[in-house]
């Protein structure tokens, strides 16, 4: 089945911008989407259909998809930020349709 | 206003079968397009997607897992069912059930709270 390689963990100071990478064989072929999981909560989508912020989420946060990467982008970064991001795809291709990555620790120094 | 909601045991033994509900509401499983999964996630791991059934009643599932996983619906509860059989210490993880609303490539916009199930004798 079709994978999803995330880098474990991502420092960035606040006031600056982090990037989180999404790895995956021509991802830019597909629709990847991001959510963010603070501790003990359930995942909140970020961006959808690569680029898409849903109503309430901070303008900080873009995402961007092309060739092998799909990329995660927080400006200006706060200490609220800080949590484990994940990126999804469905491979409509396979009888396993849906596909997390391994999830990326976000930590704000 | 979506809401989706786990409920079943804190706790089972090993090689015991599992029986998790996910009941739901502000939309219908009967509308096209509707889909509810189930995702776990282990203490400190990666989300794992399980299972998924549509509002036309197809049902798709881990390849890892599809030996052991059942999911079905009724609509008229609002509810989605997953049984997963022969549960292993492995297997202890927060199970949660979360929504797409149309086609294969449609995100997960809302989730249930999750709940925690431990495998131990």
């Known amino acids: 089945s079709y994978v999803l390689t995330q880098p474990p963990s991502v420092s960035v100071a606040p006031g600056k911008t982090a990037r989180i990478t999404c790895g995956g064989n021509n991802i830019g072929s597909k629709s990847v989407h991001w959510y963010q999981q603070k501790p003990g909560q359930a995942p909140v989508l970020v961006i959808y259909y690569d680029s898409d912020r849903p109503s309430g989420i901070p303008e900080r946060f873009s995402g961007s998809n092309s060739g092998n990467t799909a990329t995660l982008t927080i400006s200006r970064v706060e200490a609220g930020d800080e949590a484990d991001y994940y990126c999804?795809?469905?491979?409509?291709?396979?009888?396993?349709?849906?596909?997390f990555g391994g999830g990326t620790k976000l930590t704000v120094l | 206003q979506v809401t989706l909601r786990e409920s079943g045991p804190a706790l089972v033994k090993p090689t015991q079968t599992l029986t998790l509900t996910c009941t739901f509401s502000g939309f219908s499983l009967s509308t096209s397009g509707m889909c509810v999964s189930w995702i776990r996630q282990p203490p400190g791991k990666a989300l794992e997607w399980l299972a998924l059934?549509?509002?036309?009643?197809?049902?798709y599932y881990s390849t890892s897992l599809k030996t052991r996983l059942t999911i079905s619906k009724d609509t008229s509860k609002n509810q989605v069912v997953l049984t997963m059989t022969n549960m292993d210490p492995v297997d202890t993880a927060t199970y949660y059930c979360?929504?797409?609303?149309?086609?294969?490539?449609?995100?997960?916009?809302?989730w249930g709270q999750g709940t925690l199930v431990t495998v131990s004798s």
């Open positions: 059934i549509d509002w036309d009643d197809d049902k």
């Open positions: 979360a929504r797409t609303t149309g086609g294969v490539t449609t995100p997960f916009d809302y």
């Open positions: 999804q795809v469905w491979d409509s291709s396979s009888d396993h349709p849906v596909v």
